[in-house]
């Protein structure tokens, strides 16, 4: 089989808070959630032109999201809100998983069509061609933060009362 795509690894990185206000102090700015790939790609054998034969491309994706220890002892408002915080940050990055999955079919094509001398060049170019498209992902969405309200967490007032 050509193309291989491991189902993708869910990892859950614990952060440790008694209210909304706290967890939101400790998760990372920028990148509450991470979606990372790693694309390898390897031929059998060669013809008598230099083309590559027996292309494999293997794919293992891994998204990182945050837990809140502590979400079931707060009030109910907080833990609505970090719910639907944690459902709009797994969609984002559900986008970059599609990204990713939409874009190895072509590059498996383009490898099972490459010279032998060019296989390595053919990874990098369509490897970073899906890095680009993931990147542009996240400046359209801003990190997932658009539509709003997205992956921004708005403390409820009682919240910030306590």
Known sequence: MPLQIAPTRIVRVDYEASSLAGVVSILPS????RCEWDIQSAYGSTDSRGMVRNVTVTVTITITLPRWVGRDKAP???RAEWDRFLRALEAHERGHERIVRDGTPAMTRRLE???ATAFSDTHHEESD???ERSDS???RTNH???PLPGTNITIPAAALSR
């Open 30 to 33: 920028q990148e509450a959630g």
């Open 76 to 78: 109910a408002p907080e």
């Open 113 to 115: 069509g490459a010279r």
């Open 129 to 131: 061609r899906i890095q």
């Open 137 to 139: 992902y996240d400046q």
């Open 144 to 146: 997932g933060r658009t």
